[in-house]
């Protein structure tokens, strides 16, 4: 029987196999579809918020799930509409990810939450900003709604 380090034994895991002589053979297992379906879900889904919190602060409202709860900084807001008012009151920003990750929270839930990680830089008004954004999101009406967003300045 063929000994695998642990990292092999997760790429299994994830990929699907290696052969007797070491050769990776590359097949995309159960959970890497689904990484990549979620990967490619929370790239539309981070795109469309950035540029609603960018250029179209009027539509942030339909991108919260009722009852959600924004952390901004420290502050705690509650609720889609407050939320919204937040963003209005704002100055103008411009959002550059530097990176984002996701996954799922509980695969068997029906709702498919998943927690999104996004790093990058943000110019506010005249000043600029390195930031990290945790939401988590889940289907509503199959479509991904935030129902929890914590903002953050790094620097």
Known sequence: M????????QFILYFGSISKCGVLRIA??????EDE????????????????????RNKMNFLYADGAM?????NAIRGVEVIAKFYDSLPNSTHTLES??????DSSDQ??????????????????????????LTLEDEKYKILSDRFRFID
């Open 2 to 9: 063929v000994q695998h380090t642990a990292v092999a034994r």
């Open 37 to 56: 379906t979620a990967c490619t879900a929370v790239k539309k889904f981070t795109d469309l918020f950035y540029d609603a919190v960018d250029r179209k």
């Open 28 to 33: 995309m297992s159960k959970l890497a579809v």
């Open 111 to 136: 709702a498919r939450p998943l927690v999104v990680l996004a790093i990058g830089k943000v110019v506010l008004g005249q000043m600029t900003h390195a930031f990290t954004q945790t939401l988590v």
């Open 100 to 105: 984002l990750d996701c996954q799922y929270i």
């Open 70 to 74: 924004l952390v901004w900084n420290g």
